[in-house]
Structures are given as C-alpha cells and as structure tokens.
C-alpha cells in the first residue's frame, strides 16, 4: 500500500509559477514509480509526468515539456512538480500517483494509486 498527499495548488496568474508537492509513504514507496496527472472540467484526466524513484527515466506530456519539471526528495519520499510559465490551460485538479514498475505507461487507468487531488488555478 501507497499512500500519497499533495499539497501546494492555487491561483495565480498567466506567466507564473507553482509547486507541488506529494509526500509519499508505503513500506514498498520506493518501488514505485511516480507521476503527475490533472484533470480539467468536463474533460478526461490526462498524464503530465512519471518518472522512477531512482531518476533516469522521466517522460513529459507535450504541452508542459520545458515548463514543467519533475523532482524527487529520496531522503523525505517527496515529488515535486515546478511549474512555470503557466497557461490558462493548465487549470486544472492535478493529482499525484504510483504503480509498481515502470513509469512508461501514460494512460491514468494504468496507476494505482492516487493522493486526493490539489487545484491549480490559472487566470488570463
């Protein structure tokens, strides 16, 4: 079992910045990879980033390549999502995740487990 809690959502404005956190915790956490998902209304969640614990495989979904970074806090068990230039688009519950192995698979339905979600709010 992985438990998971985000924190660090709000408002800001068109060209700002945010940083999320999920606190990670489990016996097994280190097994896991590691993602960011978000959800916009009326629309499907969609994958932001996953990576591994031990780093070196990391993938970014296309809309947030080059804003976006993924970092992890081995000592505490904290992911940490920087996000930058952000765009009304990017409004949005964002959701921290894990599943056993590999970080490759992108789709959410792939994902296990899933921290309570954090809202982002962009204004233009």
């Known amino acids: 079992q992985v438990q998971l809690v985000e924190s660090g959502g709000g408002l800001v404005q068109a060209g700002g910045s945010l940083r999320l956190s999920c606190a990670a915790s489990?016996?097994?956490?280190?097994?896991?990879?590691m993602g960011w998902f978000r959800q916009a209304p009326g629309k499907e969640r969609e994958f932001v980033v996953t990576t591994k614990w031990s780093g070196g495989e990391v993938y970014y979904s296309d809309s947030v390549k080059g804003r976006f970074t993924i970092s992890r806090d081995n000592v505490k068990n904290t992911v940490v999502l920087q996000m930058n230039s952000l765009k009304p688009e990017d409004t949005a519950v964002y959701y921290c995740?894990?599943?056993?192995?590999?970080?490759?698979?992108?789709?959410?339905?792939?994902?296990?487990?899933w921290g309570q979600g954090t809202q982002v709010t962009v204004s233009s």
């Open positions: 489990g016996r097994t956490v280190r097994r896991h990879a």
């Open positions: 995740a894990a599943r056993e192995g590999s970080p490759a698979y992108l789709t959410w339905g792939s994902w296990s487990y």
